[in-house]
Structures are given as C-alpha cells and as structure tokens.
Nanobody
Framework: VQLQASGGGSVQPGGSLRLSCAASRRTNSMAMAWFRQAPGKEREFVAGIRWSSGIPYYADSVKGRFTISRDNAKSTIYVQMNSLKPEDTAVYYC???????????????????WGQGTQVTVSS
C-alpha cells in the first residue's frame, strides 16, 4: 500500500490547514489515521477513521478543532485543522491499517503502512 500525503505548511495561531492522504488500496476492513510527532516526543494519535463504520476518532487535544473525513471513491482521508495552536506544531504522518481493530485505532501498532510525513508549523 502506498500513501500520498499532501497539505501542511506554516500558519499563525488560530489559523487553519487541511491535510489529505490518498491510499493506493481500499478494503472495507481498513482504517486510516493521522498521527503527529513533535521534536523529542513520541508519535501520537491525532484522528482516525475505520472504513467499515465511517466513525471518526479523535485525540482529546484536537477534539472540536480538527475534523477527519473520507472520500470513499478516492480512498482518501482529509483532516481539517482549525484554531491551530503552537502545540500543534509537528510532523504529521498518514497511517493505513489493513485490518485495524477498534481497540487499536488510536495506537501506532494498529497501522502497518505509513506516509512520508508533512510538516505543520504554528507560529506567530
């Protein structure tokens, strides 16, 4: 599976950005998600979606500010990031899980393919 991520960039606090990630393969058992990693920190879950249900999942730190969505026909996920804060600064990674179970949606080990990462910088 290949993942093609796009978006990211630099924005001032309170601004918005949108990331997208297209997968080369789609199955009904897959899940796709965004994780992020700031310098010196572990990779953390941001938002994800299981294809079979379409239910979105969010980290508490982004709930109410980020919205994940999918385009079934394009096997693509998007995350609209609003009200960005400096602490959102990180490299964002798209992830794909061939058969991610519900209990692993928020975990790094729930995914077996990763995109190349895109930088998001929130700074005044």
């Amino acid at each position: 599976v290949q993942l093609q991520a796009s978006g990211g960039g630099s924005v001032q606090p309170g601004g918005s950005l949108r990331l997208s990630c297209a997968a080369s393969r789609r199955t009904n058992s897959m899940a796709m998600a965004w994780f992020r990693q700031a310098p010196g920190k572990e990779r953390e879950f941001v938002a994800g979606i299981r294809w079979s249900s379409g239910i979105p999942y969010y980290a508490d730190s982004v709930k109410g500010r980020f919205t994940i969505s999918r385009d079934n026909a394009k096997s693509t996920i998007y995350v609209q990031m609003n009200s960005l804060k400096p602490e959102d600064t990180a490299v964002y990674y798209c992830a794909y899980g061939s058969g991610t179970i519900l209990s692993r949606v928020r975990q790094v080990d729930g995914y077996n393919y990763w995109g190349q990462g895109t930088q998001v910088t929130v700074s005044s």
